[in-house]
């Protein structure tokens, strides 16, 4: 099956999911190309593992289609099921099995089988750091190394596709840097897509990040398309002294200029120190007309700076309506 | 063909990962025992046929089987482990005649287990063998149908209880129907009389293998199966 460079890898179009009263997914489209490592970011409950379930074929989607290497996920079920490899959310093992029966059964229900099992075992165990409890009952392992075992299993045939939702969750700050220096090594040849709620997971690993919020796509670009499209016209922060003004006086002088849009008071850690947030109206730099301002009121003028948005605050704005 | 054997290795394997299979095996020879040697006080009758063994296993089974198929899909489902076995690339028939296999094994073993009797009863006196090979398949059969039934019915539901209790309640419902209707209506016994696993198996004790028998349970595990499959493709359903 050859893969032109034109036909995305996955392609989500148009996906609906309804559970009864509950709209999970409205309407999500996004497609991504061979090699790239997507991050799927939205807070909890927002139709992330819904996406993944229907993407892995478990339940069916209410409307809209999603294709893996060109094929349809619900007519093709089975052959676009061969081609990824799944951590489900929290890892779900058998907690009685022994961890490398349990990668054994899972390779061969994978098709891989004999000699070639025997030795991917061992390689996936060692990619994945869990060579030293392969002789160990699942139960008997701590989160991070389930997490592993389970990770370990959705290797096991070398997939094209690795679909794993929130990966890093329930582990240790060191396991979760090892599971996220992993994850970008194994993109390298193939096409990642991870859900979570962390956002320095996405920063740290993914090439392109989905936002996804109550069932829609809020945001879609590389990090850094996605703090540019914000960049355009970013409020302006005014940093002030109190010397006895009270905020309510400031904010009506601010909110009272011609040029200024809104205005609003960010909480500040020090006392004697006031923090106001103003959003010009025009696209223009609002700096210089908040500094002339500050001089004209004699406010001790403490900083004035215009704020870019990082991730993280793109994320608290698409995700708060 | 493959995964299924695979999947019921597996099976058969997890069942005896923690005492309780070996608990349910004890629990059951004990049990079979006492009845063979105290009750029916072999030693004293000098009978040397395996009719008591045959009346009390079945009704046994009815309540001992369930207990064996109640976890096979209903633990899957309460893990979530059965969110990874159903993308792998397997289809639901073959989840279900694979879990099937493996707690066929499970019944196998502990059919195996009580040949003791009648190689006793070989030692001992002249047993009437065909009622005795009759009666083995006879039990594999039955047997099969209550787990097929326990199978079915931990489709329906993440709780083990509850699949025991559906488990035990269609399997005893199946075993003792025409005994129930006949005790309200003497016409619908007939009826009664065919969807009877008892009356079906009482012919194999005789050392009858009749095409019906076979058919009816083969039928049922059949029946039983095929449920299970449609019950695990619903989620695949709008």
């Known amino acids: ?321 | 063909m493959g995964n299924i054997w695979v999947m019921g290795k597996k099976e058969f394997a997890s069942y005896f990962a923690s005492p309780i299979a070996y608990v349910a095996i004890a629990v059951f020879l004990v049990v079979v025992g006492l009845k063979f040697f105290i009750v029916d006080t072999f030693f004293k009758t000098g009978e040397a046929s395996l009719r008591s063994f045959f009346e009390l296993v079945p009704a046994f089974f009815v309540f001992y089987l369930p207990a064996i198929a109640m976890r096979l899909v209903s633990e899957e489902k309460r893990l979530g482990t059965f969110e990874l076995l159903a993308t792998l690339p397997v289809s639901d028939a073959e989840i279900v005649l694979g879990k099937f296999t493996g707690a066929l094994g499970f019944l196998k073993i502990t059919l195996l287990l009580t040949l003791v009797y009648p190689l006793m009863l070989g030692l001992l006196g002249a047993p009437d063998w065909g009622a005795i090979i009759g009666g083995y398949i006879g039990l594999l059969l039955i047997g099969s149908a209550f787990l097929a039934i326990g199978l079915m019915a931990s489709t329906w539901t993440r709780s083990q209880i509850v699949a025991y209790i559906l488990g035990a309640v269609l399997s005893s419902l199946f075993f003792f129907i025409d005994r129930i209707l006949a005790a309200f209506f003497e016409e619908a016994k007939k009826v009664a009389e065919y969807f009877s696993f008892s009356s079906h198996f009482s012919n194999f004790t005789r050392g009858v293998i009749d095409t019906r028998d076979l058919v009816f349970f083969v039928s049922m595990i059949a029946l039983c199966l095929v449920v299970a499959t449609f019950s695990l493709n619903r989620r695949r359903w709008n």
């Open chain 1, 1 to 321: 099956m050859s893969q032109s460079a034109a036909t995305p890898m996955i392609e989500v179009a148009d996906l609906w999911k309804r559970y009864g009263e509950i709209e999970a997914l409205k309407g999500i489209s996004f497609s991504i190309n061979k090699g790239e490592i997507v991050g799927f970011l939205g807070p909890n409950g927002a139709g992330k593992s819904t996406c993944l379930k229907i993407m892995t074929c478990f339940i069916p989607p209410t409307s809209g289609s999603v294709r893996i290497g060109g094929l349809d996920v619900q007519e093709h079920s089975r052959a676009v099921r061969k081609r990824f490899g799944y951590l489900p959310e929290s890892a779900p093992l058998y907690t009685d099995m022994v961890a490398y029966d349990y990668l054994k059964f899972v390779g061969a229900l994978r098709g891989v089988t004999g000699r070639k099992l025997a030795k991917r075992i061992p390689e996936v165990a060692e990619k994945c750091g869990v060579t030293d409890v392969l002789g160990q009952v699942v139960g008997t392992l701590s989160k991070g190394y389930r997490q592993r075992v389970c990770l370990a299993q959705a290797l096991i045939h070398d997939p094209e596709i690795l679909v794993l939702d929130e990966p890093t969750v329930g582990l240790d700050p060191n396991q979760v840097v090892e599971i996220r220096t992993l994850i970008k090594d194994l993109g390298r040849e193939r096409t990642v897509i991870l859900s979570t709620h962390i956002l320095p997971e996405v920063l740290v690993t993914c090439d392109r990040v989905v936002i996804i919020h109550r069932g829609k796509i809020v945001a879609n670009g590389t990090p850094q398309e996605l703090q540019e499209a914000q960049a355009s016209n970013p409020p302006v922060v005014l940093r002030i002294g109190a010397d006895g003004l009270s905020s309510e006086a400031v904010l009506s002088t601010l909110r009272g200029q011609p040029w200024a849009g809104s205005a609003r008071v960010r909480p500040v850690g020090l006392a004697g120190e006031m923090e106001f947030e103003i959003a010009s109206k025009g696209a223009d730099d609002a700096r210089e007309r908040t500094i002339s301002l500050a001089q004209a009121q004699k406010w001790r003028l403490l900083e004035v700076r215009r704020e870019l948005l990082d991730l993280e605050g793109i994320f608290r704005k698409s995700t708060q309506e």
